[in-house]
T-cell receptor, first 117, second 106 residues
Framework: DAGVTQSPTHLIKTRGQHVTLRCSPI?????VSWYQQVLGQGPQFIFQ???????GRGNFPDRFSARQFPNYSSELNVNALLLGDSALYLC????????????????FGDGTRLSIL | AQRVTQPEKLLSVFKGAPVELKCNYS??????LFWYVQYSRQRLQLLLR??SRESIKGFTADLNKGETSFHLKKPFAQEEDSAMYYC????????FGTGTSLTVIP
């Protein structure tokens, strides 16, 4: 089992650019969540998708968007990048939607390290 | 407001000593709580969940609804326990604490 895979591992962008991050969930998992982790903080929830539909959104601006594909993989898009978007972006997968199935954990990928210059 | 609070950013203990990593949560209902661990150069991984009431790698965590706490404990710390530990609360989304970096001194 390859686990959750994310690409790319590192990315350097400049302010104002846009970025697309990709995630493949564990086989059989239908839900994908995205988190932002800045240095010294825990992961902050951005989105959750289940069966291609958005099922939760954190407190992030509209510059952040995501989608999920029929094979359950997912993309996170960030437009008009700001210096403050520099962070580790984590993808996590689970069998079902958070709050739907009791006590199911999130399984994390290694993350994409995004640096904004 | 923070849903999950981990008051200690850094914690150092000697090998063989007991260790307790504190976690307090903010939720009035029946919580779903988890501990995650991140070893050096590895991904964030599930350590244990309160519903399982099991011991993983010698760690246990007891839910105390009265104190809204879910502290992680191990009676005898080992060097390989050195890692970053995150407490998490699952509601409609996951809320993570800021983490505690545990160092076990040989």
């Amino acid at each position: 089992d390859a686990g959750v895979t994310q690409s790319p591992t590192h990315l350097i962008k400049t302010r104002g650019q846009h970025v697309t991050l990709r995630c493949s969930p564990i086989s059989g998992h239908k839900s994908v969540s995205w988190y932002q982790q800045v240095l010294g903080q825990g992961p902050q929830f951005i989105f959750q998708y289940y069966e291609k539909e958005e099922r939760g959104r954190g407190n992030f601006p509209d510059r952040f968007s995501a989608r999920q594909f029929p094979n359950y993989s997912s993309e996170l898009n960030v437009n008009a990048l700001l210096l403050g978007d520099s962070a580790l972006y984590l993808c996590a997968s689970s069998l079902g939607v958070t709050g739907g199935v009791k006590n199911q954990p999130q399984h994390f990928g290694d993350g994409t390290r995004l640096s904004i210059l | 407001a923070q849903r999950v609070t981990q008051p200690e950013k850094l914690l150092s203990v000697f090998k063989g000593a007991p260790v307790e990593l504190k976690c307090n949560y903010s939720y009035s209902g029946s919580p779903e709580l988890f501990w995650y661990v991140q070893y050096s150069r590895q991904r964030l991984q599930l350590l244990l969940r309160h519903i399982s009431r099991e011991s993983i790698k010698g760690f246990t965590a007891d839910l105390n609804k009265g104190e809204t706490s879910f502290h992680l404990k191990k009676p005898f710390a080992q060097e390989e326990d050195s890692a970053m530990y995150y407490c998490a609360l699952s509601l409609k989304q996951f809320y993570f604490g800021t983490g505690t970096s545990l160092t076990v001194i040989p």
